[in-house]
């Protein structure tokens, strides 16, 4: 099974991408979607602005990918990364994990955003309410701790 991969500056359709996923697949008992937003932080962010190493970044997350399918079992799973600016309210990303039983798609889903969060090459810039650039987002420790409970 090929896990569908795609690094894209327009929005996304969960439900359409569930829809493709699951089409005509009656082995699927289970699917799990996470759904990541850009938050406005308290009512101080704008915006967020998403840069990726292009090639790169399309070539971890199906790294990753691959990984959760072969690791869980996995019979289908969607990862799809925006780039650019995206406002607060708007879709990020996008991992759906589809499996013969539940336990699977609830852990694919989450090891590909534990792994995206840390090891795929993207890079965030806050943009202010008001009209401020930020600095860019540094990684998170915890990002980390979650990560390392798969191994």
Not at 41 to 47: F, M, Q, S, V
Not at 62 to 83: D, M, N, P, Q, S
Not at 106 to 121: C, E, H, I, Q, R
Request: some cysteine; hydrophobic content about 40%; aromatic content about 8%.
């Amino acid at each position: 099974m090929q896990p569908r991969v795609r690094v894209q500056a327009e929005d996304f359709d969960a439900a359409e991408e569930t829809r493709r996923l699951t089409e005509g697949d009656r082995s699927i008992g289970a699917v799990v979607a996470f759904t990541g937003l850009c938050r406005d932080d308290g009512g101080t962010l704008a915006a967020l602005e998403l840069e990726h190493y292009p090639g790169m970044a399309e070539a971890e997350i199906t790294r990753i990918a691959k990984l959760a399918v072969e690791r869980f079992g996995l019979l289908g799973l969607t990862a799809i990364h925006r780039h650019g600016k995206i406002a607060a309210g708007e879709n990020i990303v996008l991992v759906i994990a589809a499996s013969s039983h539940r336990q699977a798609a609830f852990d694919g889903a989450n090891f590909v955003m534990d792994y995206l969060k840390t090891s795929a090459p993207f890079w965030k810039k806050e943009h202010g309410k008001d009209g401020s650039a930020g600095d860019w987002v540094a990684a998170k420790t915890t990002d980390d701790t979650a990560k390392d409970k798969w191994r």
